[in-house]
């Protein structure tokens, strides 16, 4: 069972670290073929994909990713839960990023009487349920909660 867990939790965060990557990946080219590079920071029509909160979430997956395979390879049932433990912090702040972007683009458009306004990416935000900070906050509160349910389990199981 548990070993099912920490798949899925490596699977949601791959899920979420390809999410992220693409969505930077369009936000990159979309920047390149207004201002005609990727070096311009200020005075831009949209913000330098390197600015929005996206970005560093992307990051952020790859780092979860990165150590939830590490720990899926683990033999050793303390270290595993160990480092599991560790995730978890990193889940937590990841999730509290994630939702605090979502919140700080949302808020706005709904006292604004849902009229669009700029999204996270810099783009026209019709809907904040569609726009990438939800996606990725999803995704990081899925790993979360599986993170917790692992360490739940695994503390039971000691």
Do not use: H
């Not at 699977?11 to 670290?17: A, I, M, P, R």
């Not at 369009?26 to 390149?32: A, K, L």
Request: proline residues 4%.
């Amino acid at each position: 069972m548990l070993k099912k867990l920490f798949y899925t939790q490596t699977l949601v965060l791959f899920g979420g670290s390809i999410f992220a990557w693409y969505t930077v990946y369009t936000d990159f080219v979309r920047f390149y073929g207004i201002e005609g590079t990727v070096f311009k920071i200020k005075d831009c029509a949209l913000p330098n994909p390197v600015t929005t909160p996206c970005f560093w979430g992307a990051f952020a997956f790859i780092i979860a990713l990165s150590w939830s395979i590490y720990i899926l390879r683990l033999s050793d049932a303390n270290l595993q839960a160990k480092q599991q433990s560790r995730l978890n912090w990193l889940l937590i702040a990841s999730t509290l990023f994630a939702w605090g972007n979502f919140f700080y683009t949302a808020i706005p458009f709904w006292l604004r009487g849902n009229t669009p306004g700029v999204g996270c990416s810099g783009l026209l935000m019709t809907n904040p349920f569609t726009t990438p900070c939800f996606g990725g906050s999803v995704f990081f509160l899925i790993a979360l909660i599986i993170s917790l349910i692992l360490i739940k389990k695994k503390y039971n199981a000691q």
